[in-house]
């Protein structure tokens, strides 16, 4: 099997971690298709993808087209002959003519247990409807979003503390290893893939910034994950006085007030910073003012006032 070109299409850390597994497990990876560089940080440097970064590192190839719906993407690709591409937090569906180009298809490595959270957050959606467990999927492509029939799985417990970044990395680790474990077998006929039930099926589009505004209404619970759910990107945010406060890592607390409402802080001595919500009370460990250094409340909770209300 190991002879086999393959194409390569992905771009988050999340996909350089796979495709250094393709690559130590002797698989013949032909080419690497990334999105292009893009400007990251306040100083908006051009900076290339994980996966970009990893294949240069090993020799290989590397294609970065703005779409896959252009004869040029079409061309380059074939050029090279793929016996299979495999996909993984590529970010972009591909047309048919592409998923037509390998003679033994076309795999994703999706981070979920599908047919739950199809798209293109998967990790986020997943913390933030505070599930206990996710997984990934060894599936087919077809046209669809995260549609085709399901190869192989594992599952992964989800902790309530973890945050994006930390479970996106044990996916990742999984997701490696079960698709180094699924490839002999399935391409040898070994592994029959099972057609989705799309009744089942949930679908989770991309993460918009105003998703991460919080909402104290809501329970603690469901604030702290939200928070660890978007503490990549936009991160948790309320407003303080008229300006953005971010606030980076929390954990559900107990407190007895005086009938203050959500939103108002109720603690505010030496590490406790505590915000009453709408159902419970949450500690806020790590935050940031605006124009201010990320802090831990350790360092900084003495500089608010209990009653005073966020989100306003």
């Known amino acids: 099997m190991n002879d086999l070109k393959i194409c390569f299409m992905g771009t988050p850390d999340f996909a350089a971690t796979v495709l250094e597994s393709l690559v130590n497990g002797g698989y013949n990876v032909v080419l690497c298709c990334c999105q292009p560089d893009k400007p990251v940080g306040r100083k908006k440097i051009i900076t290339p993808p994980p996966v970009k970064v990893y294949a240069e590192s090993k020799g290989i190839d590397v294609f970065q087209p703005d779409s896959m719906r252009t004869p040029e993407a079409y061309e380059t690709i074939s050029e090279y002959s793929p016996d299979l591409i495999i996909t993984a937090a590529y970010g972009k569906i591909l047309p048919v003519n592409i998923l037509n180009i390998p003679s033994l298809g076309c795999v994703n490595v999706h981070a979920s247990l599908l047919p739950k959270y199809r798209g293109a957050a998967p990790v986020q959606y997943a913390i ?75 679908i989770c589009g991309q993460i918009k910034p105003d998703q991460g505004v919080i909402d104290w209404n809501m329970s ?8 660890r759910a978007l503490t990549n990107w936009p991160g948790a945010s309320t407003m303080l006085d008229g300006n953005k406060l971010k606030i980076y890592k929390t954990h559900v607390t107990e407190f007895e007030d005086n009938d203050l409402k959500p939103g108002q802080i109720v603690k505010a001595h030496k590490k406790d910073l505590f915000v009453k919500c709408g159902e419970g009370y949450l500690a806020i460990d790590e935050l940031q003012t605006a124009g201010g ?13 209990v009653g005073t209300c966020l989100g306003n």
């Open 128 to 202: 933030m409807n505070g599930d206990k467990v996710t997984g990934v999927t060894i599936m087919e492509m077809d046209e669809g979003m995260d549609t085709g029939a399901m190869i192989s799985r594992v599952e992964v417990p989800i902790d309530d503390e973890v945050d994006t970044e930390t479970l996106m990395a044990e996916l990742a680790k999984e997701g490696s290893k079960l698709l180094i474990d699924t490839l002999p077998k399935y391409l040898g006929g070994e592994i029959p893939a099972v057609v989705q039930n799309n009744d089942e099926a949930t």
């Open 293 to 305: 250094k990320r802090l831990q409340a350790i360092d900084c909770a003495h500089n608010f006032k």
């Open 220 to 227: 603690a619970k469901k604030i702290h994950d939200l928070v």
